[in-house]
């Protein structure tokens, strides 16, 4: 069955820290890729996404995120956390092999302490 | 402002009676999508519509039926055949074709007992 994981189930970091969260996926073909954010009691909100061309993209919040395909992994990175940062983080795909579909990765909660 | 309304925030049912969550979007997106949100578990797809009077069973759509009546509209019922129904439901939308990003509601917290 087709697939998204993400390696951390809780990331705990202090401000300043340097952030990566991990996502595979096990879809081959063509994938768009995705990072959502909820941060506590709001909508989830579209962080980065990666369609195509530079497999380094860069979101909202100083957000960036890798496309490696040879490892079917799509990483975010922050260099240096804020407190608001605090939030859930997924990770999701689209594949053109499985229509409209998205699907998500389990989450990644991150706390960062002041 | 464009977006996607969900109504109401939170719902209190007893066990054995249907509930129908409201999902609207002004989005003029074709495509609309029904997910079951669980702690440690991500977003559940549930069902998925891409165009009027037309839907698709997502990965855990027992229990569960939708409608698309509308383009802007997409009520899903839970029903009293869903075994575990407490749960964070979502609603999103997005348009169709190679490059689509999906936009969400805010959610509905539904408790039943």
């Known amino acids: 069955a087709q697939s998204v994981s993400q390696h951390n189930h809780h990331v705990i970091l202090s401000e300043a820290a340097s952030l990566e969260l991990g996502c595979n996926y096990s879809?081959?073909?063509?994938?768009?890729l995705f990072w959502y954010v909820q941060y506590p009691g709001q909508h989830l909100q579209l962080l980065l996404k990666?369609?195509?061309?530079?497999?380094l993209v860069k979101g909202i919040k100083g957000f960036e995120a890798e496309f490696i395909k040879s490892k079917f992994s799509f990483n975010l990175r922050k260099p240096s956390v804020q407190w608001s940062d605090t939030a859930e983080y997924f990770c999701?795909?689209?594949?053109?092999?499985?229509?409209?579909?998205?699907?998500f990765g389990p989450g990644t909660r991150l706390s960062v302490l002041p | 402002d464009g977006g996607i309304t969900q109504s109401p925030k939170y719902l209190f049912r007893k066990e054995g009676q249907n509930v129908t969550l409201s999902c609207e979007q002004n989005?003029?997106?074709?495509?609309m999508y029904w997910y079951r949100q669980d702690p440690g578990q991500g977003l559940r797809l549930i069902y998925y519509?891409?165009?009027?009077?037309?839907?698709q069973k997502g990965d855990i759509a027992e229990g569960y039926s939708v409608s698309r009546e509308k383009k802007e509209s997409f009520p899903l019922t839970v029903t009293s055949a869903q075994k575990n129904p407490t749960a964070f439901y979502l609603c999103?939308?997005?348009?169709?074709?190679?490059?689509?990003?999906?936009?969400f509601g805010p959610g509905t917290r539904l408790t039943v007992t």
């Open positions: 999103a939308s997005s348009a169709v074709g190679r490059r689509r990003e999906q936009y």
């Open positions: 879809y081959g073909g063509t994938v768009n």
């Open positions: 990666y369609f195509s061309g530079d497999p």
């Open positions: 999701a795909v689209n594949a053109d092999n499985y229509g409209q579909n998205f699907v």
């Open positions: 989005l003029n997106h074709d495509a």
């Open positions: 519509s891409q165009i009027v009077n037309d839907f």
